[in-house]
């Protein structure tokens, strides 16, 4: 006869929102801002088994008080206790390894691992083009939040830094799902989204960008035209340059053309329909928000923080050896060389090679760089 299954208590440990641990439907009353901030550190760290020391630098800003063992011993006992009241092993879910503490959840346990595997599946079906799968995906990326990351919590290096790099992902991820939205013909639906992102990004392009596309799928052709106006007259205010995209797809609706290709103007398209360095008869140059000027050759350009770099930037958010541009005479690719916070193209963090063309927007850590066409004088 075989044994009866044991059925799971369900377990959810929220971050994305307020910090909180439910189990069995019931949430556990543990207080303490130090109790939560080492909740906090170990579920982002899920799996990996943490020292006291790196754990304490985690939760005491880099400066552990001299009795800061004791009181992690305490407050993990506190936790324990709460987790086997709520009826499940805390052996089990928080365990001690050679005297370093790893929290053993499920990444279905934890909306954070949630939301990044969702984003995972999204970007997979985008990439084979099921976009409408790809749309739901993004929307249950995004249905994992329920506040601000690590909400209720004190602004600390370990705080600061994860909400900063969440907000970043969940902006992505909102984007990402408007261009799904758009390519599935449902560019009326996002208009007014988007019209509140761009009121809150005055001069932000790959914004604008999708907020005219819209209008213009949308069957809103005079207010698409209105609203480059708009974007071209406050560049042009600011003494930015205007991207060559923003002007083509300006050119594209006052000719009442259709939009060509990728579903939003600025998105990722294929190499092929986007011109490369020998259609627009020059190469290009790369213009560092710090006045630094470098022409990108058949050698390339490295980026980074150490030295020996070409575009050598300091930023203390940018790695050593953050991305490099690489030309092949007809073409440049930017390829993220492993940067602890990502390349962004146009606000699209890069997986792989990207392509560039002039009036594209770079930005690594704190830093803009913009793609220009090169002076042929130089």
């Known amino acids: 006869m075989p044994e009866p299954r044991l059925t799971r208590i369900p377990i959810d440990l929220r971050l994305l929102g307020p910090v909180r641990l439910v189990i069995g439907g019931r949430r556990l009353h543990l207080s303490g801002y130090r109790t939560l901030m080492i909740l906090a550190v170990l579920a982002v760290e899920r799996g990996v088994a943490l020292s006291p020391q790196r754990l304490g630098r985690r939760v005491w800003d880099d400066e552990p008080p001299p009795s800061y063992r004791s009181s992690l011993q305490n407050r993990i006992a506190r936790i324990r206790a709460a987790i086997r009241a709520a009826g499940v092993s805390d052996t089990d879910l928080l365990r001690t390894e050679s005297g370093c503490y790893r929290l053993d ?7 954070l691992h949630r939301f990044t595997e969702a984003r995972t599946k999204a970007v997979m079906a985008r990439d084979r083009g099921d976009y409408e799968g790809a749309s739901d995906a993004f929307r249950r990326a995004l249905a994992e939040w329920s506040g601000d990351a690590l909400d209720g919590l004190r602004a600390s290096p370990f705080v600061d830094g994860f909400r900063v790099r969440m907000e970043e992902e969940r902006r992505q991820t909102v984007i990402d799902r408007i261009d799904m939205d758009i390519a599935c013909g449902r560019a009326r639906e996002v208009i007014g989204e988007l019209r509140v992102m761009a009121e809150e ?21 005079d207010d698409a035209a209105g609203a480059c106006r708009v974007i071209l007259s406050r560049l042009y205010d600011q003494g930015m340059d205007a991207p060559q995209e923003l002007r083509a797809l300006q050119e594209r609706i006052l000719r009442h053309e259709p939009l ?9 398209a294929p190499d092929e329909e986007r011109p ?28 980074g923080r150490g030295v020996g770099n070409d575009l050598r930037l300091a930023d203390p958010k940018i790695s050593r050896r953050h991305a490099r ?23 699209r963090r890069i997986g792989s090679a990207t392509l560039l063309e002039p009036g594209d927007t770079v930005r690594l850590g704190s830093t803009v760089v913009k793609v220009r066409l090169a002076d042929p004088a130089r």
Do not use: F, K
Request: charged share 15%; glycine share 12%; hydrophobic share 35%.
């Open 105 to 111: 959840i499920r990444p279905g346990d934890c909306d």
């Open 325 to 347: 541009v690489d030309s092949d005479g007809e073409r440049a690719h930017i390829t993220d060389l492993g940067s602890a916070n990502g390349v962004y193209v146009n606000d």
């Open 260 to 268: 060509p290709g990728s579903p939003v103007s600025g998105s990722t």
């Open 276 to 303: 490369t360095l020998q259609d627009s008869l020059s190469a290009i140059m790369l213009v560092s928000s710090d006045g630094q000027v470098i022409a990108v050759t058949e050698a390339g350009v490295s980026i």
């Open 201 to 221: 990004s005055p001069t932000g392009v790959a914004v604008w960008s999708r907020y005219i596309t819209a209008l213009y799928l949308g069957d809103s052709a």
